[in-house]
């Protein structure tokens, strides 16, 4: 019996391979300009986001006007490492059954982003600065999801807690700034920081 494959198919199958040689060039990029740490963090951080995202429990009202969950990663001039996050999260393919859209940003850039909506930026290289957290938190209610150590009490909304487990960790006033509210369960389970 011959299958035929159309051309949509075959579109489809040279995305998802794209896709894969992005993210093994990732693993690359990550190992040229990131401390072990920080890449360590980075690559729990995207597999941690949709347990963060999926836990606001107003998801939902964050969709752009495709129906896509929009996710801008923000660095600092370290363009490969922003593209290897980036090919990370697009790899997830959906948040809480919502597809993704992703995006790469800039501290530096000069052109302003279509700012609405945003469910999450995400934060893809160390240093940025705590004012660039807080205007994204309470001008543009985005949660900011950092996976660098100090962000969150710098005022990321979500990131990382490593000790000899690794746990969500939400910055309880910066999650209200945003319009955060996160379902209990999450709550429980996640190391919570208050100001």
Not at 53 to 77: E, F, Y
Not at 173 to 181: H, N, S
Request: proline share 4%; aromatic share 8%; with cysteine.
């Amino acid at each position: 019996m011959e299958t035929k494959t159309t051309s949509s198919e075959k579109i489809h199958s040279l995305w998802r391979g794209f896709l894969l040689l992005i993210l093994l060039l990732s693993r690359i990029c990550f190992a040229d300009i990131l401390w072990s740490e920080d890449k360590q963090r980075l690559n729990v951080a995207i597999n941690l986001l949709p347990a963060c995202l999926g836990a606001d429990l107003a998801l939902a009202d964050k969709l752009s006007v495709t129906g896509k969950l929009r996710i801008l990663v923000l660095h600092d001039n370290q363009q490969h490492v922003a593209m290897a996050v980036s090919a990370g999260l697009l790899a997830l393919k959906t948040i809480s059954d919502f597809p993704l859209e992703v995006e790469i940003v800039s501290t530096s850039d000069r052109k302003k982003p279509d700012l609405s909506p945003i469910a999450a930026l995400f934060v893809a290289t160390p240093g940025i600065k705590s004012e660039i957290f807080n205007n994204w938190v309470e001008n543009k209610r985005t949660t900011v999801f950092s996976p660098f150590s100090g962000d969150v009490e710098r005022g990321a909304v979500a990131g990382i807690y490593v000790t000899d487990r690794i746990l969500p960790y939400i910055n309880l006033t910066q999650a209200k700034k945003a319009g955060v509210v996160y379902k209990p369960f999450f709550l429980r389970i996640a190391k919570q920081y208050d100001e």
